[in-house]
């Protein structure tokens, strides 16, 4: 069985030998539709720190694992721990409060609200739930408003909305609104970060933009990070751990050098689904010449 | 011209009891997608409550027994969404209509079988007492029920800007499964959406049931004029809702003031069926109302 070598957790090791904590473990993670197996028995590990891509093609069951992992599905079989948290068990909010935040593959923000407003909703679970506090009412809950406002301002000038703060949602551009989705993410001071094709629709600059923002927070907070993406080059670059999998199964896990020269990844993933691929994306991202590029980009570095 | 002006302040106090109505039936339905036709007999049990606490049973004073009646209502308003709202919900809003539906004619049929059909005072202080106001006599009633919905209104535009409860459910409006993602509770949100709206009904209840009128088990009948008012204001628009009301209100009075006249022609209590006449107009015309969100459906 492939999945029982590649479910040894010592390929999720940092390089450095430095010892982070695990964040998110799952383990034999099995989830089924009816008689379709969405996810058969997929463990790996998520790091502080660390961030771990999952790829594979359409309907390999990345977005499945994505939505065990917010507690928006339950699998049948496995487990799946977020430090003491229970996520087969657990309730959505109760998720977010733990301190997993998402982005959504197709942008869900509150278009009637401003940048301020959706970014507010990230600092819900960090705000106080008291009654006077809920109705404004303390002088405490004015302070404590300012300081949510303060922690949302550092938020938006890291990912440059500062300008757009008071602008409704709604008629920005795609870009700009992905951005304020990852921003209104991170408002909740997550542990771990769930992004489902954050650069999906974006040019290459706004892709290395926003490649730059993921790195810079997981430096900065020691921040876990799990992301879904279908650009190959930008996960070849930002993914410190790969995870690949094929009609719901692991097929590979390791480091972008040993995914690149992974001979079964290259033909189930990479040279299958090119003529797959290129008949349902654009051009320009199909993900064979991108992996290629990425390939010869860290071959010169 | 005073009649005019007696007649147009009458028709905002009615309008603004229907407005308290009216933003009940738009904070369920924009929190949740869900329609509540029990909202008028709920506010008809409320103004009982007022009476039952009040003179009716218990003869506490009128603050007092307004304030039971809230948390009364406010109570019976969440048993309701856990024990019957969110079990029919799970197969369809359809089916929680239908079901509302079925609640307000219970309602209608346990007050008549517990307090009967007569009409009844509910001890409210300002009786058919009248304030001048710039030599025009307004009923002192009508100056409270304006001032009373105007500061709650106004304190729920705030609470929904500032307060932790009120983003969230302005967020869950909005994108209940992106609010459920950023830690939202949205069950427990549900339930206060349905208590507040429970709390508007009570007030409104309490100006609805003040002299010249009462209470009997059908007001909840007349107080349905806030749907179309809240159709008018585009429906899921809390501010519509309110102008949409208001409109309804003063129409609806000013019809009432002049219609006898023509009696001969359209029958004697015209007003009544006005608002109804508003709402097919504005569904014919403007269906989206005043301030709502034109629906685009995605293919």
Known sequence: MPTSTVAAPSTGAPADGRPAEIVLAAVGVTLRYGSVTAL???????????????????????????????AFSRPGAGTLTFGDLDLTRATKHAVARAGIGRTFQNLSL???STVMENVLVGRHSRMRASLPANLGLWRRSRREDVAHREAVAEVLDLLGLLDLRDTEVGGLPYGTRKRV??????????????LDEPVAGMNPSETAELTEIIRTVR????????????DMAMVMEVADQITVLDFGQVIAQGTPSVIRNDERVREAYLGNSLARDETDTPPDTGPAPTADAAARRTEEA | ??????????????????????????????????LNFAQGDVMAMGAFLVYWFGPGRFGLTFVVAVLLALVGTCLFMVLVEFAL???????????????????????????????????????????????????????????????????????????????????????MSQDPVAASALGVNTRRMTMLVWALA???????????????????????????????????????????????????????????GYEAPWAGVVGHNFHVIV??????????????????TKRVIRA
Request: charged content about 10%; proline content about 4%.
């Open chain 1, 181 to 194: 989705e990852l921003a209104r993410a991170l408002a909740l001071e997550p542990t771990l970060l769930l």
């Open chain 2, 85 to 171: 709202v969110r079990r029919l919900a799970v197969h369809s809003h359809e089916a929680v209509l239908i079901g509302t539906l079925g609640l307000g004619i219970l309602i209608r049929a346990a007050l008549t079988a517990a307090f009967g059909t007569d009409k009844l005072g509910i001890g409210d202080p300002w009786g058919n007492s009248t304030t001048t106001v710039a030599g025009v006599a307004i009923p002192t009633s009508s100056i409270w029920a304006i001032a009373v919905t105007g500061i709650i209104i106004g304190s729920l535009t705030v609470w929904f800007r500032s307060s932790r409860a009120g983003i969230s459910v302005t967020a």
């Open chain 1, 219 to 230: 430096d900065q907070r020691d921040l876990a990070v799990l992301v879904v993406e279908h």
């Open chain 1, 110 to 112: 509150f278009p009637g």
């Open chain 1, 40 to 70: 058969d028995d997929v463990s790996f590990t998520v790091r502080a720190g660390e961030v771990v891509a999952l790829v594979g093609p359409n309907g390999a069951g990345k977005t499945s694992l994505f939505n065990c992992v917010s």
């Open chain 2, 1 to 34: 011209m005073q009649d005019v002006i007696q007649l147009t302040v009458s028709g905002v106090a009615l309008g603004s009891t229907y407005a308290l109505i009216a933003v009940g039936f738009v904070l369920i339905y924009k929190a949740t997608g869900q």
């Open chain 2, 275 to 292: 608002p109804w006449l508003v709402l097919v107009a504005v569904l014919l015309v403007r269906p989206q109302g005043l301030f709502g």
């Open chain 2, 198 to 256: 429970g709390a508007l009904a009570v007030v409104a209840g309490v100006f609805l049931a003040g002299y010249p009128r009462s209470i009997d088990p059908h007001m909840g009948l007349i107080a349905l004029a806030a749907f179309p008012g809240a159709v008018l204001g585009g429906f899921d628009s809390v501010n519509g809702a309110v102008v949409g009301a208001v409109t309804i209100g003063v129409v609806q009075t000013l019809v009432a």
